[in-house]
């Protein structure tokens, strides 16, 4: 009887058994959607090598790394927060709507992840502080607003990614030629991934009565508009180019957007399976081609 009661007290004190500790760990990895933060930090790193050293210090760089993925972390979370609804109908996997992650704790994070940005920002990297608030605020903005307005959303996302490049560079120093690219094609790009991105979210949003470019554009122009945002991605990277005359190198940065390119000029109407598994929708092929530019643009400039 002695040893079974400790048994119950040692069992107590340790927590959760270890599979449950795992499984815990991944969906909040999922929440955050960890590529997504590797990512953030490594463009940010990136642009902190394109740029020069100013007058001022160069700030801490693992402060500004976990500034910038703790912000992708709390775009994704309140993100998934807001779409709970559509998310449990299309999307059952995802830590909230499965009940992995709770409502409550999701709502802590939105709250706390922030205000942890903000202190960050105020103790150790105070000129960027006006940025940090900048991108909060266009992250909250997408989750409640404007992810609603056909294509406005799909930049703001454009805008947030292209911002990590540029806040890398700040927080060195003196932007420069190479900042000035890396941020255009990230910007370009992501603009690019998330218009294909409304496809394969279409049902998931009509089901909380959001309007995207998806809805409004039917099957031929969906093709269109992403076939132009490529187009667009493809002309900013080959008219910089010329402009810059770059390494060798860069010129990889050509390649994140070929499979959409090949997806737009294709003859017979799109389906969203093909979005989803041939063309750079993925999170994980979407980061991998993202980063080969991204080091292929500071390569070629060097």
Excluded at 29 to 43: D, F, H, P, S, W
């Amino acid at each position: 009887m002695e040893n079974s009661h400790r048994f119950h007290l040692g069992t107590r004190v340790t927590g959760a058994p270890p599979h449950q500790r795992r499984r815990r760990l991944l969906a909040v990895l999922r929440l955050v959607r960890i590529e997504n933060c590797l990512l953030g930090v490594a463009t940010t790193v990136v642009g902190y090598a394109s740029a020069r050293s100013g007058d001022e210090r160069s700030l801490n760089e693992v402060v500004i790394v976990l500034i910038v993925g703790l912000g992708v972390a709390f775009g994704n979370v309140l993100n998934d927060l807001v779409d709970e609804t559509g998310d449990r109908i299309a999307k059952a996997g995802r830590p909230i709507g499965s009940g992995s992650i709770s409502h409550r704790q999701a709502r802590i994070a939105v709250v706390g992840i922030p205000l942890l940005m903000l202190i960050l920002g105020a103790l150790m990297a105070t000129r960027l502080l006006p940025f940090i608030v900048a991108v909060l605020l266009i992250a909250t903005l997408y989750s409640v607003r404007l992810k609603g307005v056909p294509f406005v959303g799909n930049v703001s996302i454009g805008v947030l990614a292209g911002s990590t490049f540029l806040f890398g560079a700040l927080a060195r120093g003196h932007p420069t030629k190479t900042t000035l690219v890396g941020t255009i094609l990230i910007t370009v790009a992501f603009t690019c991934f998330e218009l294909a991105k409304t496809i394969e979210d279409a049902d998931a949003d009509a089901a909380v009565g959001l309007t995207t470019a998806a809805h409004l554009l039917g099957h031929t122009g969906q093709r269109r508009a992403i076939l132009a945002a490529a187009l667009a991605h493809l002309a900013a990277a080959i008219g910089l180019g010329m402009a810059f005359r770059p390494g060798l190198a860069y010129w990889l940065v050509l390649t994140p957007v070929l499979p959409l390119v090949a997806y737009g000029v294709r003859l017979e109407g799109p389906r969203r399976s093909d979005i989803r598994s041939n063309h750079s929708s993925g999170s994980a092929r979407r980061s991998g081609v993202g980063l080969l530019g991204l080091l292929s643009t500071h390569t070629g400039f060097r």
